[in-house]
T-cell receptor, first 113, second 110 residues
Framework: NAGVTQTPKFQVLKTGQSMTLQCAQD?????MYWYRQDPGMGLRLIYY???????DKGEVPNGYNVSRLNKREFSLRLESAAPSQTSVYFC????????????FGQGTRLTVV | RKEVEQDPGPFNVPEGATVAFNCTYS??????FFWYRQDCRKEPKLLMS???SGNEDGRFTAQLNRASQYISLLIRDSKLSDSATYLC???????????FGSGTRLSIRP
């Protein structure tokens, strides 16, 4: 019963390094999301993919790129990490349409030094 | 202006108290509404959906006022285990966009 799986769970990067956060869901969901959460804050939407083959910007897309590799997988890439990108990153998925629940991965704790 | 705004709290109430949280949203075309609960250092999980007619799940009652673009959550007879951050969530007008409020932190004291 995996649900939404994120890797890695923890990561430390140096300023300027690049990395890709991976997310996969096994619920046959159409829509997938990437959020970031800073201390004491709610979740802010970075990018989302309403369906396979489409991606759209959210509230805070600058500094990030995404790829919807197939229906299961949605990756988030930091091309040149900055300390301001230190955060907890959550991936989520939903069926897509209607009043349906979003399921979350356990998060990736990223520190950029 | 943020699309979804919540009172950040924190709320610190005694066990057994009734507590209410409010949330407003700016996009009148929003379609679906939810309350999520997030425990410290964990992922958010669905507490309940919010329907136009209002809905109840045990000690929890959610209300939606589309005219005022306002959502509320009422917790009755609060328990120590209710201590968490409560997130107001709105599904936006565009296909599948889901926006979170900044969350209201609740602490229940014995």
């Amino acid at each position: 019963n995996a649900g939404v799986t994120q890797t890695p769970k923890f990561q430390v990067l140096k300023t300027g390094q690049s990395m890709t956060l991976q997310c996969a869901q096994d619920m046959n969901h159409n829509s997938m999301y990437w959020y970031r959460q800073d201390p004491g804050m709610g979740l802010r939407l970075i990018y989302y993919s309403a369906s396979e083959g489409t991606t759209d910007k959210g509230e805070v897309p600058n500094g990030y790129n995404v790829s919807r590799l197939n229906k299961r997988e949605f990756s988030l890439r930091l091309e040149s990490a900055a300390p301001s990108q230190t955060s907890v990153y959550f991936c989520a998925s939903t069926v897509g349409s209607g009043n349906t629940e979003a399921f979350f991965g356990q998060g990736t704790r990223l520190t950029v030094v | 202006r943020k699309e979804v705004e919540q009172d950040p709290g924190p709320f610190n109430v005694p066990e057994g108290a009734t507590v209410a949280f409010n949330c407003t949203y700016s996009n009148s075309a929003s379609q679906s509404f939810f309350w999520y609960r997030q425990d410290c250092r964990k992922e958010p999980k669905l507490l309940m959906s919010v329907y136009s007619s209002g809905n109840e799940d045990g000690r929890f009652t959610a209300q939606l006022n589309r005219a005022s673009q306002y959502i509320s959550l009422l917790i009755r007879d609060s328990k120590l285990s209710d201590s968490a951050t409560y997130l107001c969530v709105v599904k936006g007008s565009s296909a599948s966009k889901i926006i979170f409020g900044s969350g209201t932190r609740l602490s229940i004291r014995p």
